[in-house]
């Protein structure tokens, strides 16, 4: 089936700093790519949608200019969350909707783990 | 706003008990309902879906039907496996749009 992979599984960084998290679809070209957040015993919250070549739907709530979404390909979504607290610590999950597919045809990744110390 | 309630985990069970993890939800209009799996280090992938009351979906033994009336989409499994093992979500996609409201994910733990 459609395979979705991110990278990294899990990353520490310092606080201050900023931390990549990449989403690739590897085997379809996705023009949508969602991004999800989940904070321990809590739900997947989703926290913006990306289109290939526009500019990323933040959900109520996330500020875009801490957590930058760039869509530059058809299998590459990239979450790039800036200056970094240890309350960002989360588990990151994206998905990618194929070109063409119905809206409930979604491929999840495995997760991130971020660690913020 | 719309949301998903699922029993809290981990749930252990022996091979070959019955399963079931209980799922309810609030949403306005009539959503879509889902059921994903997550196994140990790989994304989730759908298990199965109903999009009307009354639906029954089903997938690898797994069932799961859409009440309207209790607002409910308990999963359900006769004879669970050890490969059962995993995490599962319940989730729901009301209106026309892309989101999913997922709820906190179940872990089920399956023994010989």
């Known amino acids: 089936g459609a395979v979705v992979s991110q990278h990294p599984s899990r990353v520490i960084c310092k606080s201050g700093t900023s931390v990549k998290i990449e989403c690739r679809s590897l085997d379809f070209q996705a023009t949508t790519m969602f991004w999800y957040r989940q904070f321990p015993k809590q739900s997947l919250m989703l926290m913006a949608t990306s289109n290939e070549g526009s500019k990323a739907t933040y959900e109520q709530g996330v500020e875009k200019d801490k957590f930058l979404i760039n869509h530059a390909s058809l299998t590459l979504s990239t979450l790039t969350v800036t200056s970094a607290h240890p309350e960002d610590s989360s588990f990151y999950i994206c998905s990618a909707r194929p070109a063409g597919e119905s809206g409930n045809t979604i491929y999840f990744g495995e997760g991130s783990w971020l660690t913020v110390v | 706003g719309d949301s998903v309630t699922q029993m809290e985990g981990p749930v252990t069970l022996s091979e070959e008990a019955f399963l079931t993890i209980n799922c309810t939800y609030t949403?306005?209009?009539?959503?879509?309902l889902f059921w994903y799996v997550q196994y140990p280090g790989e994304g989730l992938q759908l298990l199965l879906k109903?999009?009307?009351?009354?639906d029954k979906g089903s997938n690898k033994g797994f069932e799961a039907t859409y009440r309207k009336e209790t607002t409910s989409f308990h999963l359900e499994k006769g004879s669970v496996q050890v490969s059962d093992s995993a995490v599962y979500f319940c989730a729901l996609k009301a209106g026309g749009g892309n989101k999913l409201t997922f709820g906190t994910g179940t872990q089920l733990k399956v023994e010989l």
């Open positions: 109903a999009t009307k009351a009354d």
């Open positions: 949403a306005t209009g009539y959503p879509s």
